[in-house]
Structures are given as C-alpha cells and as structure tokens.
C-alpha cells in the first residue's frame, strides 16, 4: 500500500508540537480544547504509522538474519519472516483507515426519525418496532434517548416518532440506517395466515448547535395553538403547541407534547436546526463528491436498505447483500453485526476510491 512518506512525516511532526503546547500548561481553556482535540485527530495516524515502521525495521533485521547467520538462526528467522509479512499489510491497512477524512459529523449526537411507510396499521406497528429496536441499541451502547416527538397509531405503534440520541459517536454508528425498511410478516389481525409487506422509513440527522445554524428572528413565523391529540389522551387546555416555519426554506416544525410552551418551542428549534444542518451537509457533500452514490448507499429517504422477515427469521440489508438469520435477536437491539458490516463496507469503498 503506498502512503507518501512526506505525508506520515507532517502529521507526526504536528502531532509532536501538539503535544508539547499542551505540555507547556500555559493555553487558555478554549485554545486547550482545541488543541487537545487535535492532538485527539492526529494519535490514532501516528500511532499507526509508528506500528507500521517497526515491523518495516523489524522485518529488514530478520531478512539479514536469514542471509548472515548459521543454519537455525536461518530457518528461526524465514518463520519470523513469513509471519511479518501476513502482519505488515494488516498494518498497513489501519494506517490508511485512520488517514480517511473524517466526517465532521461523526461524533454528534443524532436526531432519529421514523414514520410509517405503505402497509396501514401494520406499517404503523413495524414503525414502532423499530423504534424500539434502536432504543435498545442505543440502551446498551450507553446512549440516551430523548423522545421528541411521537404521534401513536391506533393500533398501538408509530405513525411518527422523531427522538433524539445522545452519545459517544452515535452519528457514525446510526448513519447508514437512513432509508426505506421493509417488514414481511403475518399480521395479527390476518385470519387466512398471509404474509404482509410494510414499510417505514427511517432519517438519521447529526444534531446542530446554535454555532453550527444561525437563524434570524424575522426568518421565522411562529404559530402558538391549542394541543390537539386523539379521544381518551390527556389534551393541554392551554395554548402551548407550537409551529415553527423558516420562511427562506419552508421547512416547518410542530411539536406539542409538552405542556409548556416555552418546552415545545425549545424541542422544535432543536429539530429545525438540525433539519437546516442536514440541508447544507447536503448541499456541500454534493459539491465535493458530485452526488456519487457509494456502494453502502447515499442514505436518501426514499432508498429501500433492508429488509426485516420474519416468517423465515432474517433481516437482508440489500446494499451489501448481507443476510443474518438473526431476525430476534436485532428487533432486540443486537445491531453490532449488521452496523459493523455496514461501516466496513463503506472503509472499503472509500479505500478503493482512494487506490483507484
């Protein structure tokens, strides 16, 4: 694998001044966090690339070895040999991994959507499985979920359900989630036992700070009302809903589930600016790469990704054309194969392109 020497150097070298700037104790706290985070970018390379040396040099010593010296430092030194050599292009493979861009995004928090797709009361109910499915996930990984916003189904599941997932590196573990996911079950109310196909779909957005979007007071049209929900729920009496519109886009945002305006109007900023973030991710990603779609998938909305069945017990992700006869265990949270699988794919692709 060929990586520019000159390149290696560069970045350990500003990883060594890093280092002694913050040795030095002497930066402001914000001039720190800076550059400690950084430093936090450019470790992983050079330590990689410290790794890759030493079994270079390592292998060099050897290859003398097995040319110089006596019979069984011969034959001690070819084991060595042939074992450094399966050894090195793994290394060298993490060191071109840790010199892939970064998505800026990655380590954010996540604004999780999920609405009911074609398929009825069903679609509603699989939504809602879903829902639960990446609640769990995100239970386990140690992440907090906060639901944002929910309108329930009749029939007990999800029409929508907008949650927002806070965490170490949630936006890189969720983000090839976004699509279209399709469910082949029986339904319950299915008297003649025949298998039904739904859908939902799913929008994995990284959350915006106010530093990231600055929105204008006068670009927004802000409508106060009178929660409204379905008979039988507990209804505010007071006007405490709230739609948010952001005239330049015509994006627009409700949310009603608190009880305080002030609580809704805060939760409904929170989704507006993460929507205006995704917007211009967009915008810049398609001017860089020319809207090129990899082979994981360009995470658009309207993209059939995977496919849930449950008569046979699998779950078929259709852009890397994987099946895992897992079905119970991923409704269950138990996504490490399926998402692991799913960044691999896209280190690969990026890998090649870069090869290529």
């Known amino acids: 694998m060929n990586i520019p020497a000159d390149r290696i150097a560069a970045i350990e070298a500003r990883r060594d001044e890093l280092q002694a700037l913050m040795a030095t104790g002497d930066l402001p706290g914000d001039k720190f966090v800076a550059v400690s985070k950084e430093y936090a970018e450019l470790e992983p390379v050079a330590k990689a690339a410290g790794e890759v040396r030493r079994l270079r040099a390592e292998l060099d010593v050897l290859v003398g070895m097995e040319a110089e010296g006596d019979a069984e430092l011969r034959e001690m030194a070819r084991e060595e040999i042939e074992a450094l050599r399966m050894t090195i292009p793994h290394a060298e493979r993490a060191l071109a991994l840790a010199l892939l861009p970064r998505d800026a995004a990655d380590e954010r928090a996540a604004m999780l959507e999920i609405r009911a797709g074609t398929g009825g009361d069903e679609a509603a109910l699989f939504a809602g499985d879903l829902f639960r499915m990446y609640q769990k996930y995100a239970e386990a990984q140690g992440w907090r979920v906060e639901l944002i916003s929910s309108s329930a189904s009749d029939s007990g599941g999800f029409k929508e359900a907008i949650a927002s997932v806070e965490g170490k590196g949630v936006f890189a573990k969720l983000k090839f989630e976004s699509g279209v996911h399709r469910v082949q079950r029986v ?75 002030h609580k809704n109007k805060a939760k409904a900023m929170k989704v507006l600016r993460t929507r205006l973030y995704e917007q211009e991710r967009e915008r810049l990603h398609a001017e860089r790469a020319g809207a090129r779609k990899s082979m994981v998938g360009s995470g658009d909305r309207s993209e059939r990704i995977r496919t849930y069945n449950f008569p046979q017990g699998r779950v078929t992700d259709h852009r890397i054309n994987l099946t895992l006869h897992r079905l119970p265990e991923i409704m269950q949270g138990e996504m490490e194969e399926l998402l692991g699988a799913l960044i691999a794919q896209d280190e690969a692709d990026r890998l090649a392109q870069i090869e290529g």
């Open 187 to 261: 339904p319950a109310t299915e008297t003649q036992g025949r298998i039904h196909t739904s859908a939902a779909t799913v929008a994995v957005l990284p959350e915006a700070e106010e530093v990231d979007i600055k929105i204008d007071d006068k670009d927004l049209r802000i409508d106060i009302y009178r929660s409204s929900g379905p008979g039988g729920q507990s209804v505010n009496t007071t006007d405490s809903a709230v739609r948010i519109v952001h005239i330049p886009t015509g994006l627009t945002v409700i949310q009603q589930d608190e009880k305080s305006q």
